[in-house]
């Protein structure tokens, strides 16, 4: 909604009409004084300075009202000092740990006990970095104030001994113990007080005159009052917020005092880029950082699209960023306008009933709607990437489902007249690797299809795992002739890695072998392999092959596991992708093609319609079970994450009318490990107790207790890590029971392996693999079908 109505003022704002009488920016925007004023006469604040710049320049300051009501009357002034509050957040700490880890001192994702071992204390020894400059820590909202307490070390110490109110990474809880925590480890690291830190590599170099820790006395007549204190005493030229107060005036959360002209040369520093910070490092903390299934939009310290987000008004994409505080200030940055706006308040004089938020929203409105705001092709590639008109990265941006009408590979080969397929003189043998899936939009089978087919002799059919009928469960499975057409079925599928692989006798008598089968989405679903496997047997014998592309059932739009070692190839990963890798098998196909230089003759048939965020239920195809145990959307939907540990002992469902939709074994007590679970807040998914007896596999026969898990919000759940999360709480419920070493085969990732194994966070060992996550996203992108 926010694109397309910043879209249309874009095309307002642009239009012919408006090209032909141009006005000063200056003029357009004194549509901004009644705005500021009425909120004066209302008594939402005592008075402002708002400031906005546009490509480059100052294109509106202006003072407003009084900086002081009480003990006496003031007017404000354009150069007025204002406490910023929680703006110090950005302003001074974020910016101060970015500087760290430009410079290797600092890494985001390592645990804040690395640089303060003390910070490790009840249950906080895996909360990252990362979690503290998203507010993802889980820790509380504030220090405790009810006692008396006094001093920078006594906060520190108060701090380091807090308990998250909220397992870390599973939810936004915005908090100013974050970044007393951050301000600490400055201090810690760069063994320098975190005021001389930020004059020293911040304002001084920023030329920021007016910004300061603890403004001298000098400066107190320009400064704009607060707030009385307990004592009566009217706060100005003191920081208002009470726990940074208690620390003397310096803490990570608050206590800078700036100018909106000193302000404006830290913003339009944000937007050029600069030595204080250069433009990769700003472009990293002002995009999304939160968790990946988090709806709430996070950079680094700045704000993007949450419930804190009232100050980007109504017009501006959410690809631009900000925040508060608390006072009445507040700064609001658009790269893909090249655009800021900075309104200072003090709300909260002389009482603390005022309140700027909804003036920060209507200035931000009007500011979009006044001015002409042009978008470059690199940020316009910038907005759509963090709003997700391109690859979206939070479910709030998925389209959860829609009525679409896609057409599948066979579907368009047939409308094509099988053009690709048949030979231009004569007959074209052709070989097809399928199973009951491979069906078009009639409900015919492809083996059927292309026997009748013009130009083309059916000569060999190549069955998958669980055979051309997808109905078989072991590894047993012969070759033998189909009914309908009398051509011979080949398996591809056996115990033995020979009887997995085409034979290429046979396929030196074909001119081209078909593939056409649909796959779950998953690293570890043995499909994928045999496609590599005939990409390079086709090679091998001088044919080309020819992918008929289908959907990703899971959708292509989520990147999400850990990412197989390399050197540990097998027929459940056949080349190192992430568990969930979002890409069809023509893609796959491609990839595989190209990374592992097989260099065959390829040729993929694409679909039409099909959406990279469309869920299968939104193709309007029908379900066909790609094997005999994925045989709804759901099992599919939890299959990365339940089938990660479905080779150790536990049952998951097979042999049950729900595969991979429960998970239990008769050491497991239901209740203990759903209520556990449950206490994680793991996105997407809550989990039931339950009892059922599977009829095959693990515990054929006996009674299981465990867990349903029940699928919540599907575009929330990051079902690797929910696989991480299982593994997880057994190795800690019941060590001497679960037998996790298998998972070792279809993980194929030895760091989180080990990661498990030493019990550390589920969250955290999934942040390790974000970095891995981005590198290969880089070399899938060259790959993708559809956009």
Not at 192 to 214: E, G, N, W
Not at 463 to 470: A, F, L
Not at 745 to 764: K, T
Request: charged fraction near 20%.
């Amino acid at each position: 909604m926010f694109a397309a109505i910043f879209s249309l003022s874009l095309l307002a704002a642009t239009s012919p009409a408006a090209a032909t009488k141009p006005t000063p920016a200056s003029n357009r925007l004194g549509v901004l004084d009644p705005i500021v004023q009425d909120a004066i006469r209302e008594g939402q604040i005592p008075g402002a300075v708002l400031l906005v710049g546009h490509d480059g320049e100052v294109i509106y300051r202006k003072a407003f009202g009084n900086r002081s009501l009480e003990p006496h009357r003031e007017p404000m002034t354009v150069d007025t000092i204002f406490d910023i509050a929680s703006l110090t957040k950005v302003v001074a700490t974020t910016t101060a740990v970015m500087q760290l880890v430009q410079r290797g001192q600092v890494r985001i994702n390592d645990p804040v006990a690395k640089y303060i071992p003390e910070f490790a204390q009840n249950g906080k020894e895996d909360v990252t970095v990362r979690e503290l400059l998203t507010h993802y820590s889980g820790m509380p909202k504030d220090l405790d104030l009810s006692t008396p307490w006094q001093g920078r070390d006594k906060a520190f110490q108060m701090a380091y001994e807090e308990k998250p109110a909220f397992p870390p990474g599973s939810r936004l809880l915005y908090s100013d113990v974050n970044f007393i925590t951050l301000g600490a480890l400055v201090e810690r690291v760069s063994g320098t007080s975190l005021d001389a830190y930020c004059a020293q590599k911040i304002f001084v170099p920023l030329r920021m005159t007016r910004t300061h820790f603890l403004p001298p006395a000098v400066w107190r007549p320009k400064t704009a009052p607060t707030e009385f204190d307990q004592e009566g005493k009217m706060l100005r030229g003191v920081v208002h917020d009470p726990t940074a107060r208690r620390m003397g005036g310096v803490a990570g959360h608050s206590g800078v005092f700036s100018t909106a002209d000193d302000l404006s040369k830290f913003a339009q520093a944000l937007l050029n880029g600069s030595t204080v910070l250069p433009a990769l490092l700003v472009e990293k903390m002002t995009t999304p950082q939160q968790p990946p299934t988090a709806q709430e939009l996070r950079g680094f310290g700045w704000d993007i699209d949450s419930p804190y987000s009232s100050n980007r008004g109504e017009l501006l994409p959410v690809g631009s960023f900000g925040h508060t505080g608390f006072t009445g200030t507040s700064l609001w940055i658009d790269p893909t306008t090249r655009t800021y706006i900075i309104l200072l308040t003090n709300a909260v004089h002389p009482r603390g009933k005022g309140s700027a938020i909804a003036l920060r929203s209507k200035v931000a409105t009007a500011v979009a709607a006044a001015i002409p705001l042009s978008v470059s092709a690199r940020e316009e590639l910038r907005w759509k990437s963090i709003t997700g008109y391109n690859e979206a990265q939070t479910a709030a941006r998925h389209v959860a489902f829609r009525n679409g009408t896609v057409l599948s590979g066979i579907d368009v080969l047939e409308s094509q007249n099988f053009d690709p397929v048949r030979a231009t003189t004569g007959r074209k043998r052709i070989g097809v690797l399928t199973n009951q899936t491979g069906v078009d939009v009639r409900g015919r089978r492809t083996i059927d299809v292309l026997a009748q087919a013009p130009g083309i002799s059916l000569e060999a059919i190549f069955s998958p795992e669980h055979g051309v009928t997808g109905t078989l469960d072991t590894t047993d499975v012969g070759n033998s002739r189909d009914a309908a057409t009398g051509v011979a079925v080949y398996s591809v599928y056996g115990a033995k890695d020979t009887a997995r692989h085409p034979p290429l006798d046979v396929l030196k008598n074909l001119d081209a072998v078909v593939v056409d089968i649909q796959n779950a989405g998953a690293r570890f679903y043995t499909y994928e392999t045999t496609l590599g496997y005939f990409l390079e047997g086709a090679a091998k014998a001088g044919i080309e092959i020819i992918v008929l592309d289908r959907p990703d059932p899971i959708t292509g739009s989520f990147v999400q596991g850990p990412i197989s070692d390399a050197g540990h190839e097998s027929f459940t990963n056949y080349f190192p992708v992430p568990v969930r890798h979002g890409m069809t098998m023509g893609e796959l196909a491609k990839m595989f093609n190209a990374e592992r230089n097989i260099n065959a003759k390829l040729t993929v048939v694409p679909m039409t319609g099909w959406m990279r965020g469309d869920w299968y239920d939104s193709t309007g195809l029908a379900w066909v079970s790609p094997s005999p145990n994925l045989r709804s959307l759901t099992g599919a939907t939890l299959y990365p994450g339940v089938g990660l540990v479905e080779g150790t002992n536990v049952s998951v469902g097979r042999g049950t009318d729900t595969p991979f939709e429960v998970l239990g074994a008769p050491w497991i007590k239901g209740r203990e490990l759903a209520q556990y679970l449950n206490a994680r807040n793991i996105s997407g998914v809550r989990f039931v107790p339950v009892n059922f007896t599977p009829d095959a596999s693990n515990y054929a026969g006996q009674k299981c207790e465990g867990v349903n898990l029940i699928v919540t919000e599907r575009n929330a759940l990051d079902a690797p890590e929910l696989g991480i999360e299982l593994a997880s709480a057994l190795h800690k419920l019941y060590p001497d029971q679960f037998q996790m070493e298998r998972m070792k085969e279809l993980l194929l990732n030895e760091s989180a392996y080990s990661a498990i194994a030493e019990g550390q966070d589920p969250r955290r060992i999934a942040n390790d693999w974000r970095e891995p996550l981005e590198k290969f996203q880089q070399l899938r992108e060259k790959y993708l079908i559809y956009k």
